[in-house]
């Protein structure tokens, strides 16, 4: 069996040095959240990179079930923290808990600009590959 993407290594050394030496522009779209399925319906897309001011649902581990706001989007450690996902230090402190982008599930968009033209960048890709299933 041949390589489906030449371009990307199949070695587990190779791979986890490219992930953990990834430049941030890399770890942002490593950092992708899917979205929930009605925002998934409306956009026609299934995950986007998350970014602060997103609110999203925690789908896996002990916090499972909770919702938050993003209020940081930590790239060098991939982990995002979520308002009110926190632990109390032995001081009294508390701490948010870094939580990967993949276990959590994107209910509200924040919306700008370019954001917009993402989505939509995306959403004309797939409906053009949609037509030409069609076609064939």
């Known amino acids: 069996m ?3 993407n030449s371009s990307l290594h199949s070695s587990r050394r190779k791979s986890r040095k490219a992930h953990f030496s990834a430049p941030s522009s890399v770890r942002r779209t490593i950092m ?11 956009h026609n897309v299934r995950s986007i990179p998350i970014r602060k001011d997103d609110e999203v649902l925690i789908t896996r581990g002990t916090n ?3 919702e938050g706001k993003v209020t940081s989007v930590y790239r060098l450690k991939y982990v995002v923290h979520i308002e009110r996902v926190s ?3 032995t ?14 599930l994107i209910t509200k968009l924040k919306l700008d600009k370019d954001r917009e033209s993402i989505l ?3 959403k004309a890709g797939r409906e053009i590959k949609a037509k030409g299933k ?3």
């Open 32 to 42: 992708s959240a899917p979205l929930n399925k009605e925002l998934r319906e409306k």
């Open 91 to 104: 001081n009294g402190q508390a701490v948010p808990i870094g939580i990967h982008p993949s276990k959590c």
């Open 120 to 122: 939509e960048r995306i």
């Open 134 to 136: 069609e076609e064939s």
């Open 64 to 66: 499972k079930g909770r």
């Open 87 to 89: 632990r109390e230090k």
């Open 2 to 4: 041949t390589k489906i």
